[in-house]
């Protein structure tokens, strides 16, 4: 089953934000990005859109409540993720404050993670989360 949550951003290609099959759900990337617009929490662009400056906590903190709005919307919830796996495109200068944000979200409940750095995202963010949860 697809679906599409009416409180999280649109995407960015042709994509739903999860699938449901079985008992499992997946989601599709999911970046910091507000719903019903092309603006990023905490990221400031030049004319030509490019990265002038961005605030990785302010991303993280957008970017788990869209997981979290689509975990919702499909009848899941944060507490039934089992799997995250976390696109970070500067490791050196985001990793800590990433794991202490991350830290305070996931304290309740400890799913599989795995971090890895990136080149670049299709948008102009410095994190994408890609997560599996029960339903």
Not at 55 to 71: A, M
Not at 91 to 100: I, L, T, V
């Amino acid at each position: 089953m697809i679906i599409n949550s009416s409180k999280a951003p649109e995407p960015v290609g042709l994509y739903p934000h999860a699938r449901r099959v079985g008992d499992l759900l997946f989601l599709s990337g999911v970046g910091p990005r507000e719903k019903g617009t092309k603006k990023i929490p905490g990221v400031e662009l030049d004319e030509a859109g490019n990265i002038v400056s961005y605030d990785i906590e302010i991303q993280c903190r957008s970017v788990f409540n869209n997981v979290k709005l689509i975990l919702e919307d499909a009848g899941s919830s944060w507490d039934k993720l089992v799997d995250v796996t976390v696109y970070l495109t500067n490791m050196k200068d985001d990793f800590k404050k990433y794991n202490e944000i991350y830290a305070e979200y996931f304290k309740d409940n400890l799913p599989c993670r795995t971090t890895c750095e990136i080149n670049c995202l299709p948008t102009p963010i410095a994190i994408e989360l890609k997560c599996i949860a029960t339903v």
